[in-house]
């Protein structure tokens, strides 16, 4: 049963990003203007820069992103009696579980909907939280392991998520 939720991590990440390929572009077209009235100036020039408003742009971001899901996913499957590669696909989840929070976060913050706060609202926090609840009663993960995986997951979010939008930005 683990090696199925191990599979459906990497399910529910790209149909989350699929809510968010399939309306960015139109949606920052709308609320752009809006959007950087909310955010700090510090960050405009970051979101001028950096940030792809086209979606193919936005597309090629999400796929580096999803092939270091797959790789963590593979490892965690194939190779799942070494920590670290449980640890590796446990990143994942926690790094998608605490990204959820920005998408509602910014939905309050804007007051209306935001790409992906449909999909991390119904799908990616019960999954996550799933995740955590079989992995802990089963004793396949425990919170120590949990803790590790939150600053791996951001450190594996932030270097492949930058180097994505970096290259996204280029088409």
């Known amino acids: 049963m683990f090696t199925s939720l191990i599979w459906l991590v990497s399910c529910v990440f790209i149909i989350h990003d699929f ?12 609320n ?7 955010i700090p100036l510090k960050f405009h020039s970051y979101f001028q820069k950096f ?11 999400v796929l580096v ?12 499957i194939f190779d799942r009696q070494h920590e670290w590669a449980v640890i ?20 309050i913050m804007l007051k209306r909907y935001t790409p992906g706060v449909f999909t991390a ?22 919170w120590r392991m949990i803790s590790l995986s939150v600053p791996i997951g951001i450190m ?13 930005k280029k088409l």
């Open 19 to 30: 809510e968010e390929i399939i309306v960015m572009e139109r949606w920052l077209q709308k």
């Open 51 to 61: 940030f792809p408003k086209n979606t193919a742009g936005f597309a090629l971001g």
């Open 65 to 76: 992103e999803y092939v270091v899901i797959m790789i963590c996913t593979f490892n965690a």
């Open 121 to 142: 609202s119904i799908l990616l926090i019960p999954f996550s939280l799933y995740f955590y609840y079989f992995g802990l009663t089963y004793q396949i993960i425990d």
């Open 88 to 107: 590796g696909v446990l990143s994942i989840v926690s790094i998608l579980f605490l990204h959820c929070f920005t998408h509602i976060g910014q939905s």
């Open 32 to 38: 752009e203007k809006d959007l950087l009235t909310k």
């Open 156 to 168: 594996i979010f932030i270097l492949f998520n930058q180097i994505g939008l970096f290259l996204g």
